[in-house]
Every structure is written in C-alpha cells, then in structure tokens.
C-alpha cells in the first residue's frame, strides 16, 4: 500500500488530490480529498439521486478510469497526443488511488495547467498554436467529458518548439440521457461547443492578466 498521508500533493482540484507516485516519477496517482469521498457525496446527495445512482457516479477517478479505458481498446496512437495515458489502480492510505501519465516538461518539472501558463507567459504565438491543434483534435472525436477548464488542460513543455496541450481531468460524460453513445453528430456538436467555451475562458483569462486582477488559486501547482 501506497502511503501518501505525510506526503504533499503537486495540485489540489476541486475533489481530489494529486501525488508524485512514489516509484514512478512519470505517474501521477489521484485520490479524492476527504470532504469529496463517493460513498460521503452519494450520501449527502438528495434521496432521489443517490437512490438511483451508485457510488461510482459520484466516484471522479471512475469517470476518467471509464474513459480511458475505452480510449485504449480505439487501437488510436494519436489519442495520447492530448490525453494522458491510464496506468490502473494503487491502494493507498487515502483510498483507492487512480494512476495516470504525469506530464513533465522537457527540463524534468511538472508541467503546469493551461491557466497557470497563460498567467504566467500571457498571449502568444505558441499559445495561438497549441490551443489551435487541441481544437482540431478535439472537434473532430467524441471523447465524453466535462466542460474543458483551463485548470483541466496542462501545457507541456517539452522542448523550446514542442509544446502540447493535454486535457488530464474532467472526463466522463454529464449527460442524463446517453444521446452522445446513440448520435455521433450530436456528440461532435457537443465537443465543438467545448471548445468554443474554452476559447471563451482563454480570452477572459487574458483579460484579467491585463487588468492585474486576482486569478484566484484553482489551477496552479503547489509544487512542480
């Protein structure tokens, strides 16, 4: 069993926790911060829902586990282009923990999310680019997920003219009804309108950055 009470996560997001795996510096091993635990939020949903939902959907390491399992099986290199790779499961002091690729820069550093980059390096060229490719990659599949927020979305650096988008969180689908799994174009749609609204996020983002207005903390490394 993984211990990781004693240890400091990298990045803390809005249920859960990230850590260095402590045999693997290229892994990342996600676990849900106490308050957010399934079993606590299922518990504490309204009778309605938790009676008609099971733990795993309020569980966020199954939602991205789901996902990227069914990635694996598209037999598509390119996929990992812009999604990390899974890596199973690992029993930790926390709980069940989900392992996933950690995305470091060329230098060997934890690369920072989206938002963290464009406050710290503001509007670019290389910016433009990366946001661009993720676009093309995305509006043209059906990988279910959340809205695509820029704290979601890492910025990996992996050389001075090598830089990649990937999104590491928030997939799984929040549809009621599973229109996505029964219409493609309607998926694709979906995924265009994501895109759209984190263009949208991008550009207020900047706006911000120039006003000199506080990002608040979600979104940057606490340690890389």
Sequence with gaps: MIQL???EPFAIGGRRECYVHPDDAGL???VHREEFLPSKLRQDAPWWRSLRKGENSFDENF???TVLHALESENDPAIW????RFH???E???GRGLVIELLRDGDGLISRSLLDWIWMHGPCGELDRAIDELA???ESRTIPSRSLGLHNIVMQE???DDRRLVVIDGLGSTEFLPISKWSRSYALRRSRSKIARMRRDVAELLQRREKNQDPGRRGFLLKR
């Design 5 to 7: 009470t004693h240890t």
């Design 28 to 30: 990342c091993v996600k």
């Design 63 to 65: 939602a991205d586990s």
């Design 81 to 84: 282009d812009h999604v990390p």
């Design 88 to 90: 199973g499961w690992v």
């Design 92 to 94: 930790t002091d926390r």
């Design 136 to 138: 093309e990659f995305w």
């Design 158 to 160: 992996r050389g001075p």
